[in-house]
Every structure is written in C-alpha cells, then in structure tokens.
C-alpha cells in the first residue's frame, strides 16, 4: 500500500482543495483532511482521474489501443465511446471486435442508436442497427449508455420506428443505462417531447438561453470545447451538477498539440471558471451520469485513478494512476503499452468499388439560365445553409465558377450511379479531396474544383483502400485508413503528422473552417442542418428527404 501525506486533496462534496493523507493499493483506503501542509513543499494537487463520457473513439481515427495511449497522459482514465462510425461500415459483428481491442483506460460503450444516422432511402451504409443488434450488445458488460439520439423525428413520431424500438430493449434490458441526446434546435413544445421520450442529455452547441431552458427541464448537459464562452460558462455556473465536460470529436494532431479532456478544462479555466468547479465537471458530475460509483471522487473504497497536477490554472499533470499503477510521469512518459490485435484482412480492405471516371463527376443540367440549388459552407459551424445561384448552362455542363463539385460516392459494393451536387465556400485553388471518413456512413466524400481530379482522388482511396487523398498539380497528399477507411494502424503521433498534412492542403487551398478537416467530413452528415451530400444526392435535413439541386 503507498501512502502520501500533505498532498492538497480534492474534496467533490464542498469542491475545495483540502490538504490531507491518502493511502491506496488498487483502490483509495483511506482519506483523511485538514493536516498542515509542510513548509517550503511544492504543491501537489490530486484530483480523480477525469471521465470523458461523450466521444467517439474513431473521429480521432485513433484504434482503442492507440486513443487510450494518447488519452491518458492527459489524464482521461474512463471514456465511454458511442462508436457508431464502425457500426455504420461494420455492423453488430465489427463493433463487438472494436470493443475488444485492449486499452490502457477503462474504456465503455454506448450501444448505437442511429446506424445510419438517417435512413437507407436517404444514405448507405455497411451496417444497420435496430432491436435486434441492441439487445446483442445489451449482453456485454462494456455496454453503459444508449448512444446519442440524433434522428429526433423518430421520437415525435406516433408510429413504431427504429429509434424507439432500440429505446424499448434499453428499457427491458438494461434500465439502469442513460440514454444520450443529440438536439441542437429542439426547445420549446419539442424539447418536452424529446426529454418526455426518457432520452435527457445534450451534447451539441449551446447558447445561455438554451442552456438554462435544457437544465432547467432535467437536461443533462455535456459541454464540449466549442460550446465555451463566458457567456456558457456564466449560465452553467448556475447549474452545477447538472453538466459535465466531454470532447465529442478530437482530431490527432490537435490532441498531440492541445491535448485531450484537459484541453476543454484548461479553456474553462481561461475563461473564468473555477479550477474546483472545472475538476468537478470533468470527475464527480460525469461519473455519476453514467452510474459509475466506483470512481469520480477521493474517497475509500473508489477506484485509485487519479490525476497529480502543480498547477491548478494550467492543469500542468504530472503523473497519472490507473488503479493505483503509475501509467503516466511527465518525466519518463507513458509507461504503460499496450499491443494491438490481429486485424482480419476484410477489415483492411472493406473500399468495394470499382474505379470511377471524370465523366461521373460532370454536373449536368438543362441548357439555358438556371438557378440552382447549393450547398453553403459556412467557416464557423459545422451547419451548412442553402444556397441559391444564377448560371447559365451551355451543352447541358454547370459552370464551375465559384462552385466546387460535391459527392458522395458509394463504397458498400453496390456501384450505385454518382449523384453529383455543387458547393458554395469550398477550394479555390485547383484540386480535389476525397475522404473515406466522412460522417456517418463514410461513403467516399469529394470535394473538387474540376470532374477529373475529383476523379483521381476517389480512385487513389479506392486503390489503396481506405483514407483522404488531396491531389493538384503538384502531387498528392495521402493519409492511409486501412481499418475500414475510418481508422488508422499507424501510432496516434504517425497518425498526428498525417492529418496535419491534410489540414495544411486544406487550408492551402482556400477551404475555411475553424476545424478544416471534420468540417469537410461531416458535409455527408444528413442529420446535421441545414443542407447536406449522401451517396442518393442533396439532402433536405429539416425536411428529411432528397432535392433536386436543378430545381432551386
């Protein structure tokens, strides 16, 4: 058993520092407060290991093996991973394999609610989940949560439908689960209608106003990074307990760079919030959302994970526990690896389709003066707009000024035709990109300033069979995905450097986002508003149905 004494302990109950003596094995022993710190000591402040309970293990196109490696020197001990990404490609069978990948953390999951985020009228996709795949996972003792609810429609619907009949086997089988929102528009009459449903938590943008609607109706907020401004933080200052810290999506070069769960606290604090008030959000308040009693505060009996900072405004880590085990110093790293799994070769090579032309990619309309219908990227927001644009169409061809070529080519094996849309706020120096992670369904997504390097880029991720290709007239940037194009093999400090390329051609080439490359891949998002490209064509998402861009 070790012992530390005069180390300024965390207290959850009064969200204070209090310096104390604490002793642990695997688990806290004992805790005891008030001793007099000794003079002259640097200061070592302990906090529980911190609990990142809505993310996606593979928006960071990390492996488990690779994202908990990553995740925990900077101090992340538990996630709890709704991975509908390899659902979407996989199914129930690849994302029961996904599971058993061996991590550092203590890592669980959320069975999927939405595979496909839509609908097979409006999108493919390699996997589909519904009661049945539910109750499957319902068995595995991983299995925490019911994945975030995007498709609210489902919910207000009087009918029987797939949502609700994976809520129902939730219900049955595991009652003791939350069950996850996603509901960025909803207030009003419809958020009663959401929350009536049993689903209670949010994770997408906030503003004060929706803030202290959502809580004060039982809404259990997870504030992620771009959700954070002093507005926010003033509003959920007013609620505490009633929200926690979480990540959704963090890119491997901004986590190299930035850091994990630590890197939305450290931006809390910058902005005014209190470090006790931070440690409690990311520790105590998200552990007991997800019924983990065992950990998320110091206390005997919990799990011995834990966090050593000597600095409360940087969060500075200096060491990390797992379970009483030092996996994490700051002086001689992470000391703890883990191997990955034999990977099945139909997992890396899972791209069935076969080689396109830049005919596929040409826009074809009507001769005479049209105005049609666009996608508008907007910089700032994953939220796309509509678009409306005057062109006069000659040998039945768009026009290309000012416009890029969208799309969204099918992979599963069907070969299904190429529909192809047009783009507002796009590249504007000559070239193409092609990515086979694209949200959710991860059909082929290109973006491309002219038909023949959109098909060249589509081809280069076909024939190398997973990743995003950016190609001009310089050459071509590559970031092989080789587990089912959304995941990569490679170390997640490889993997960093690679999507740091891709996030430099992007911007090269005019592409304007806050976050360049998720930014790109949730274009074929088609429950993200307002307008987005599937592999059936242009999706209306308030409407929940396909438009014809040439009627616009």
């Not at 394999?97 to 959320?110: E, G, K, L």
Request: proline share 5%; glycine share 8%; charged share 25%.
């Amino acid at each position: 058993m070790e012992v530390w004494n005069d180390v300024f302990l965390f207290n959850s109950a009064y969200r204070r520092f209090e310096v104390g003596r604490i002793s642990f094995d695997n688990l806290i022993r004992h805790v005891e407060w008030g001793a007099s710190p000794m003079q002259g000591e640097r200061r070592r402040y302990v906090v529980p290991g911190f609990c990142d309970i809505h993310m996606h293990i593979e928006s960071s196109m990390m492996n488990p093996t690779e994202f908990s490696h990553a995740s925990i020197i900077h101090g992340t001990t538990t996630i709890v991973s709704d991975c509908h990404e390899v659902a979407n490609v996989f199914g129930l069978e690849g994302l029961e394999s996904f599971m058993r990948f061996p991590v550092v953390n203590d890592t669980f999951y959320a069975v999927p609610s939405s595979v496909p985020a839509s609908s097979s009228a409006l999108e493919t996709s390699g996997g589909a989940f519904d009661a049945y795949e539910a109750e499957k996972l319902c068995e595995n003792k991983k299995i925490i949560a019911l994945g975030e609810v995007m498709n609210a429609q489902d919910l207000f619907s009087s009918e029987d439908n797939r949502t609700k009949r994976i809520i129902n086997v939730m219900r049955q089988k595991r009652p003791d689960c939350p069950l996850e929102g996603h509901c960025p528009d909803l207030s009003g009459a419809l958020l009663d209608d959401f929350l009536a449903s049993g689903v209670n938590s949010d994770h997408t943008s906030q503003t004060p106003a929706s803030i202290r609607e959502k809580s004060a109706k039982g809404m259990f907020l997870e504030i992620q990074y771009k959700s954070l401004s002093a507005e926010n933080l003033k509003a959920l200052s007013e609620i505490p307990g009633y929200f926690s810290f979480c990540t959704d999506d963090v890119l491997p070069d901004v986590l190299a760079a930035e850091g994990h769960l630590d890197r939305v606290l450290r931006k809390a604090i910058g902005l005014g919030m209190k470090p006790e008030e931070v440690v409690y959000a990311a520790t105590t308040s998200p552990a007991m959302r997800m019924r983990l009693y065992d950990r998320g505060v110091l206390a005997p009996g919990k799990l011995a994970d834990f966090v050593v900072l000597d600095d409360l405004q940087t969060l500075s880590i200096a060491q990390v526990y797992k379970q009483g085990r030092l996996v994490f110093d700051r002086e001689r790293g992470l000391l703890v690896h883990q191997s990955l799994p034999e990977i099945p070769s139909s997992v890396l090579h899972s791209i069935n389709r076969k080689p396109v032309v830049a005919e596929d990619f040409i826009p074809r309309c009507p001769d005479g003066k049209r105005n049609i219908m666009t996608i508008k990227h907007t910089p700032h927001s994953t939220m796309t707009e509509i678009g409306h644009k005057e062109v006069e169409v000659k040998d039945g061809t768009v026009p290309l000024e000012g416009l890029n070529i969208i799309a969204s080519v099918e992979r599963y094996g069907h070969q299904e035709p190429i529909s192809v849309s047009l783009l507002e706020g796009g590249l504007t120096r000559r070239g193409a990109i092609c990515s086979s992670w694209a949200h959710d369904s991860h059909n082929l997504l290109v973006m491309a300033t002219d038909a023949e390097f959109a098909a060249k880029a589509v081809n280069l991720v076909i024939t190398r069979q997973g990743g995003i290709a950016a190609v001009d007239e310089t050459g071509v940037v590559f970031l092989p995905l080789a587990y089912g194009g959304i995941v990569s093999v490679d170390t997640w400090d490889g993997l960093s450097r690679g999507v740091s390329a891709i996030r430099t051609w992007l911007k090269d080439h005019g592409y304007q986002a806050d976050e360049e490359v998720m930014s790109f891949a949730v274009l074929a998002l088609p429950v993200s508003p307002r307008l987005k490209v599937t592999d059936k064509g242009l999706v209306d998402v308030h409407a929940k149905r396909l438009v014809d861009w040439r009627n616009g």
